[in-house]
């Protein structure tokens, strides 16, 4: 089957590395979304990674911590999930770069955006570590940001829930989920699904994004295929 977008911005959290345990990496969970990542690039599409850190540390929950600090290591732990998956997609033959958005030269590039989108063009994995490298911004904002940079056709969020619904569907059974949504929508209802922030860059840059589960991995080349899975957010 013919995919749908040419190319694309992946969204993982970390928490979705650490698997079941939580907490750390689980590698048999990176390298199986890894191979659904080679997949995608088998059949031509241009993939870039934006990855969380929540699975090492999480700045807003550090208690009495300087803001600033605790999102400066948060970032990088972005950094120890962004070589994780490098690694996996190397050991399956798959071209990748790291980027960061703070400079650590001896590990990976530097984040220049010409570079990137000519990594992606040769038919690289490009992935960015680091967030935005501001303190104060979520990795979601971080992905918005960079999905804009690189005009990919779409962001996709890879969450632990099916798209989105009107009420957490882990604790309430009778939860609808949408099938589409627009980020007004989302904004007007504070669904929580990203952070403002993330909410209104993609809106105003006109770019959608696709909320689906990643507990199958497969489900990414589904969606890179046009499948109908997840919820999809727009602007009319």
Do not use: W
Not at 59 to 80: E, F, N, P, W
Not at 205 to 211: F, Q
């Amino acid at each position: 089957m013919e995919p749908k977008y040419k190319r694309i911005l992946l969204k993982l959290s970390g928490e979705v590395l650490a698997g079941e345990q939580k907490v750390g990496l689980n590698f048999d969970t990176v390298n199986s979304i890894c191979a659904a990542v080679k997949q995608v690039v088998d059949l031509g599409v241009q993939v870039a990674v934006v990855v969380g850190g929540g699975n090492f540390f999480r700045g807003r929950t550090s208690g009495s911590m300087d803001h600033t600090r605790a999102d400066h290591m948060g970032m990088l732990a972005t950094v120890m999930n962004s070589l994780a998956l490098a690694d996996g997609l190397e050991q399956l033959g798959v071209p990748v770069r790291v980027q960061t958005a703070i400079t650590m030269q001896q590990i990976a590039e530097p984040y220049i955006r010409n570079r990137a989108v000519r990594h992606l063009e040769k038919g690289r994995v490009v992935i960015f570590g680091c967030g935005t490298g501001n303190p104060f911004f979520t990795t979601d904002t971080a992905a918005a940001l960079r999905a804009a940079e690189i005009d990919a056709d779409i962001m996709f969020k890879a969450s632990n829930v099916d798209g989105i619904f009107d009420k957490d569907p882990h604790k309430y059974p009778d939860a609808k989920k949408y099938d589409t949504l627009s980020f007004t929508d989302i904004l007007a209802h504070d669904l929580r699904v990203m952070d403002g922030t993330a909410a209104s860059l993609c809106r105003d840059n006109k770019l959608p994004i696709l909320v689906f589960n990643l507990e199958n991995p497969e489900n990414i080349v589904k969606a890179v295929q046009g499948e109908n899975i997840g919820t999809i957010v727009k602007e009319d």
